[in-house]
């Protein structure tokens, strides 16, 4: 029996991917909505597999998965998101979970993602493979980069994960201010995703 914990802020989402598992002979899920809970849970009750949102109020699904890693290092980490799932895949290749899936999956996905986790394998999609290809791009000049302090701020939620929307709550600005810094940013690092970014700003320390 795979025993699987769901952790998500949404009461509903909660109750509607709690109920994917019904009757799936080999599953059983729980469910959790405070991410302030689950350090007791995990000494408490671990589980084989926690599917996690990524953007929770106050932490999101990249910390809280650490976390449970720390106190359970044989923990199955999936983060589920309705982002763009090819912004997470640093996560993957750093190994610091073990999965990415999208909340817009069939049902059967996410059944054979949790399966394939649990035998230690990856399912993933084919752009998985281009994202893999950019590691290998030439590196842009190693001149100064003129990003401002505001810039430095976005660039370090990036790299944590944060969506724009969380962005801007957290540095009191409008999406739409935080999109325009983030295209700036891109141009400056010669990208074009979050996750080459964040890679980008990792690779030349632009970040603490």
């Known amino acids: ?83 763009q799932i090819e912004d997470y895949y640093s996560l993957i290749v750093e190994k610091k979970i073990h999965g990415l899936l999208s909340k817009t999956v069939t049902k059967e996905r996410i059944l054979r993602t ?25 590196q842009i000049s190693k001149q100064p980069l003129l990003l401002n302090e505001r810039e430095k701020k976005i660039l370090q939620f990036v790299v944590q994960g944060y969506t724009n929307s969380a962005i801007a709550l957290e540095i009191d600005l409008t999406p739409r201010t935080v999109e325009r810094n983030l295209s700036h940013i891109y141009h400056l690092l010669n990208v074009t995703t979050r996750t080459e970014a964040a890679l980008m700003a990792k690779e030349l320390k632009l970040i603490d």
């Open 1 to 83: 029996m795979i025993n699987i914990l769901i952790i998500d802020d949404h009461p509903i989402v909660l109750e509607g991917s709690k109920n994917l598992f019904n009757n799936i002979d080999d599953m059983r899920a729980d469910t959790e909505k405070n991410p302030a809970n689950i350090p007791e849970i995990v000494q408490k009750t671990p589980y084989d597999v926690y599917l996690i949102d990524i953007n929770m109020p106050g932490t999101n699904g990249i910390d809280v998965g650490a976390t449970i890693c720390s106190l359970q290092p044989d923990a199955k980490i999936i983060l589920y998101t309705g982002d």
């Open 114 to 138: 949790i399966r394939s986790t649990m035998d230690g394998d990856i399912i993933l999609p084919w752009s998985f493979v281009d994202f893999v290809q950019k590691l290998d791009k030439p």
